[in-house]
């Protein structure tokens, strides 16, 4: 089982970039990494996921060195509404449910 | 949208009793998931569904159980509620393959007294 870390918190400040690295030292060869953002009182929510390299959408960057023992998600310019808790998940791509994991969560703290 | 509803948001319950939570999704996925959410532990796997009447265990399923007898349907049960079941339960559901993105449900919070 892929076990995954992050930092408990992080602080910043809006319009800064911020960059949360996960920690997934046991990745399998089939494993996708998946983050998830989740304000209080709602399920987490998908931003974005990435097998190797880099990934871009309208939201995010995913960065995956070679190795793939972790990966960081980076949130260009932040707004005071991007504080929530932010998720990394290491999961295989067959059927097997046991196979998901997902870190303890990183609070993100975005301050005026 | 996709849309996972969750039968209640907030719940108190006496220990012992048996208690059901409900998840039903509307976008016909064949996935279905159960997790517990604790201050601090992040969200664990409880049980996870990959169709109709099949069931998987995750990583936290002593104490409980699940039915999926529709597709679109996928039940928790606490056979006897104890304390330490005093959690956020989520639900969410997916496409075929764990890769694909997971639609959480806004959760319920079940309080066992």
């Known amino acids: 089982l892929a076990k995954t870390t992050q930092p408990i918190s992080m602080d910043s400040y809006e319009g800064q970039e911020v960059n949360i690295t996960c920690s997934h030292n046991?990745?399998?060869?089939?494993?996708?990494i998946t983050w998830y953002q989740q304000f209080p009182s709602q399920g987490p929510r998908f931003i974005i996921q990435?097998?190797?390299t880099k990934v871009t959408n309208e939201v995010a960057s995913l960065f995956i060195p070679a190795d793939r023992k972790s990966s960081t998600l980076s949130l260009p310019r932040v707004s005071l509404s991007d504080t929530a808790v932010y998720y990394c998940?290491?999961?295989?791509?067959?059927?097997?449910?046991?196979?998901?994991?997902f870190g303890g969560g990183t609070r993100l703290m975005v301050k005026p | 949208d996709v849309k996972v509803t969750q039968s209640s948001r907030y719940l108190v319950k006496r220990t012992g009793e048996k208690v059901f939570l409900e998840c039903v999704q509307d976008?016909?996925?064949?996935?279905m998931f159960w997790y517990r959410q604790d201050p601090g532990l992040g969200l664990r796997l409880i049980y996870f569904?990959?169709?109709?009447?099949?069931?998987e265990k995750g990583d936290i399923p002593e104490g409980y159980s699940v039915s999926r007898e529709k597709k679109e349907r996928f039940s928790l049960i606490l056979e006897s509620a104890s304390t330490n079941q005093t959690s956020m339960y989520l639900c969410?559901?997916?496409?075929?393959?764990?890769?694909?993105?997971?639609?959480f449900g806004p959760g319920t919070r079940l309080t066992v007294t």
């Open positions: 998940l290491v999961g295989a791509s067959n059927n097997a449910g046991n196979m998901l994991t």
């Open positions: 969410a559901s997916s496409l075929p393959k764990i890769s694909y993105e997971q639609y």
């Open positions: 569904s990959y169709d109709v009447k099949m069931k």
């Open positions: 990435g097998y190797k």
């Open positions: 976008m016909d996925h064949e996935n």
């Open positions: 046991n990745i399998a060869t089939n494993d996708y």
